[in-house]
Nanobody
Framework: QVQLVESGGGLVQPGGSLRLSCAAS????????MGWYRQAPGKQRELVAS???????NYADSMKGRFTIFRDNAKKAVYLQSNSLKPEDTAVYYC?????????????????WGQGTQVTVSS
């Protein structure tokens, strides 16, 4: 059984910052990519940023400059530093990871999601 647990969401004023955290636990052999997605009310879930096990990063064009993703492989954790937040950043933020579990195929990592954490940007 694998779990991804997010934390760090909340209410923040426009221009403020938040750091989201996500920790993976369970029968994990290895973690490939980890990332953050978000879903605003009435909109589709969209990529914010992702990172590989080697530390490479990828950002959605609209997220570049204000969001920074980084991970701690020893802790099986990924973080999202969000700065200069805007009301349009209000959404549920989800952690995602491609994970190979013990006994699973190394060539077929599975996709896991956290339960989501609410970020509300409002004055």
């Amino acid at each position: 059984q694998v779990q991804l647990v997010e934390s760090g969401g909340g209410l923040v004023q426009p221009g403020g910052s938040l750091r989201l955290s996500c920790a993976a636990s369970g029968s994990i052999f290895s973690i490939n990519a980890m990332g953050w997605y978000r879903q605003a009310p009435g909109k589709q879930r969209e990529l914010v940023a992702s990172t590989t096990s080697a530390g490479g990063t990828n950002y959605a064009d609209s997220m570049k400059g204000r969001f920074t993703i980084f991970r701690d492989n020893a802790k099986k954790a990924v973080y999202l530093q969000s700065n200069s937040l805007k009301p349009e950043d209000t959404a549920v933020y989800y952690c995602n990871a491609l994970i190979v579990v013990y006994g699973g195929s190394r060539n077929s990592p599975r996709d896991y999601w956290g339960q989501g954490t609410q970020v509300t940007v409002s004055s």
